[in-house]
């Protein structure tokens, strides 16, 4: 987890003891303020995080399925569709132009 003063909302769940549907539910009724980045991420702040942690109004549940390996993976390949469609596409064209007669 960064030091960073945003967090995911994954992280935001980590950090209460929380599902992530109920993070954005509490986002959702106004309990969290959220903030979203380039209309796309959605980023809250740790201290409000850590605060409502410390209030008590929020009782931690316990998390059933973990961020797996394979979820990591998947968004990996989401998240950068773009980059590696276009590395295979510059090296395709490199393969074209080098070794083609």
């Known amino acids: 987890m960064s030091l960073s003063p945003y967090v995911t909302v994954r992280e935001a769940a980590q950090i209460l003891g929380l599902p992530e ?3 954005m539910g509490l986002v959702e009724e106004k309990k969290l303020m959220a903030y979203r980045i380039a209309d796309q991420y959605l980023r809250l702040k740790r201290s409000d995080i850590l605060s409502l942690r410390d209030s008590g109004n929020v009782v931690a549940e316990t998390v059933k399925f973990p961020y797996s390996a394979a979820e990591r993976l998947r968004d990996f ?5 773009f980059y ?18």
């Open 84 to 101: 590696l469609l276009a590395a295979g596409i510059i090296c395709v064209l490199l393969g074209i132009v080098f070794f083609l007669p």
């Open 21 to 23: 549907g109920k993070v």
């Open 77 to 81: 390949f989401v998240y950068n569709d």
